[in-house]
């Protein structure tokens, strides 16, 4: 009975695996066709001062599948990571931010600096490299047009090496963003020797802050750290009225969030600018 019993959980769990393996293919496969029939697009979320003015924002990208609806980027910058599809998209993605860039300006609004979300899969190859500098160059992307979020991760180790895409990005004047601080395995030594512009704490540990003594100790001490490196620190995830009163009482520089606004479409995005 026992041995029975073994092999109806094995063909289970083959079963599983490949219900698994076939939906992550029909994902790559989708997310293909999506890039070729130009089914994503960029929502942009506001960062905002300590005055609630908006000083930049991040775009993030957005999937309307044809049948599915929104697809979560939590879905889908996995899968696109991993197929290596994620090179396309992010060519595809400073496409899109250069034709909004142009029907921004068209209507007469100034927007400030863009974030766009970089994947350490995209900065591994030389020959990805050069085609996303050749991209930048020929959107003619200038460092007042875009700046560039990594995640913090172990990956970071990669920055020992002197032809590191981070030091080229830096060179030509970008600014760069470690994005999702606190989560990854990124040591102050590596903050030091990056020199990155920007600090973005993760929601993490914003969410909840002025309730949380020691969530509150240790965004107030990462603000300090990161001021006195001479970082601009962004929080991430800001919800709570308590928590951006809290943060601003820190000295933290920009807060994102729900609480202040959701990533809007680029139509939305001219209201923001005008207070
Ligand atoms: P991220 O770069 O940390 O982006 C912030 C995420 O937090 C976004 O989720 C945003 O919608 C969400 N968020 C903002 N404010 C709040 C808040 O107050 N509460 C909560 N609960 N969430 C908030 P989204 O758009 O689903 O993106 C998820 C992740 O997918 C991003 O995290 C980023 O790592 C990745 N991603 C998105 N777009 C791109 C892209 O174009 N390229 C790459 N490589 N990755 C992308
Ligand atoms: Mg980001
Ligand atoms: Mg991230
Ligand atoms: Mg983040």
Redesign the pocket.
Known sequence: HAKRLGVDSFQQFTTEIGEALHSRLALENDIRTALAEEQFSLHY?PQYDAQRRVQGF????RWRHPTRGWV???EF?PVAESSGL?VE??LA?LALLRRDLDGWRVRGINCPTVA????WEQCRKPQHRERFLQQLRSLRLEPQDVEF?L?ESADFEDIDTPDSFIFTLQGLGYGLAI??FGTGYSSLAYLRRMRCRKLKID?LFVHGLSANADSHMLVESVVRVAHAMRMVVVA????LPADEAALVTMGCDLM????FC??VPPEEVAQLLVT
């Open positions: 979320q991040e775009a993030l990208a979560s980027p939590a910058i994620i998209l992010g993605t766009i979300n970089l994947s979020e995640t994005d999702d929601r991430e995830g800001v919800e994102q969030g729900f609480g959701r990533p």
